[in-house]
């Protein structure tokens, strides 16, 4: 079996004592300090993509953002593992943005799109495919090259409407915290993130930003 060409494990260790020792030169003390208590502002639920790191895309260092990743970054109520990461997140850490981050080109949605067979993660896809019957005439009326794009955006919304709903957030803003939910998307082909006009502070306005946000990929993507 011919191997994929890259890195061996060993020269990741490599890399690491590398990377370690150049933060250090340049930054002494940064070990040191990350040692302490994690105290990040942002969380970011986004795609298990490799080409997606969140760090990376934000430009944020080790410690300033909480990260949970999924296939397609999805969020749904069944899923302890996502919603115990929220509420560690909002509870105990107290950041004050959550990011649901989509990418353009992503396996799942366009797997959801085209009703693609992967196997076991078809059911988990399953829940991608139901935001696209939700918005099947949206996606009808899109452009045929744009429907990948779209509903990229669409599954993003509907995800951070999910976040919004949980009875962690719920509870968060019934008590008064200042926590801010956005829906974004990451362009792989640029390396740009998009905000999709996405941002709830409080459950009175899901519904109108949720409107105004589908709405507004209708008209980029038609």
């Known amino acids: 079996m011919t191997s994929r060409t890259g890195p061996s494990i060993q020269d990741l ?14 930054r002494p003390g940064f070990f040191s300090s990350l040692v302490k208590q994690q105290t990040p502002k942002y969380m970011w639920i986004g795609c298990s993509d490799s080409r997606v790191p969140a760090n990376q895309i934000a430009g944020l260092d080790p410690g300033e953002v909480f990260v949970h990743r ?20 909002v509870d105990m850490l107290k ?10 080109g992503c396996g799942g949605v366009l797997a959801a799109l085209n009703n693609t067979r992967v196997g076991l993660a078809d059911n988990w896809i399953r ?17 045929p090259d744009q429907r990948g ?3 990229v955006d669409l599954n993003v919304i509907e995800q951070v409407v999910n976040v919004c709903v949980s009875t962690v957030m ?50 980029a993507r038609s």
């Open 170 to 219: 719920t509870d968060a803003w019934a008590k008064g915290q200042q926590v801010r939910v956005h829906g974004w998307a990451f362009g792989v082909h640029d390396g740009l993130l998009q905000d999709l006009n996405m941002t709830v502070s409080g459950t009175e306005s899901i519904e109108s930003v949720h409107r105004s946000a589908v709405a507004a990929v209708v008209a």
């Open 127 to 143: 829940h991608i495919q139901d935001v696209r019957d939700r918005h099947r005439g949206l996606l009808d009326n899109c452009r």
């Open 13 to 26: 260790f490599s890399h690491n004592r590398a990377w370690a020792a150049e933060m250090e030169r340049t």
């Open 95 to 104: 950041v004050e943005d959550i990011m649901v981050v989509g990418h353009y």
């Open 70 to 89: 999924n296939v397609a970054n999805v969020v749904v109520h069944s899923d302890l593992n996502a919603l115990s990461a929220i509420q560690f997140a």
């Open 149 to 151: 794009d779209a509903l």
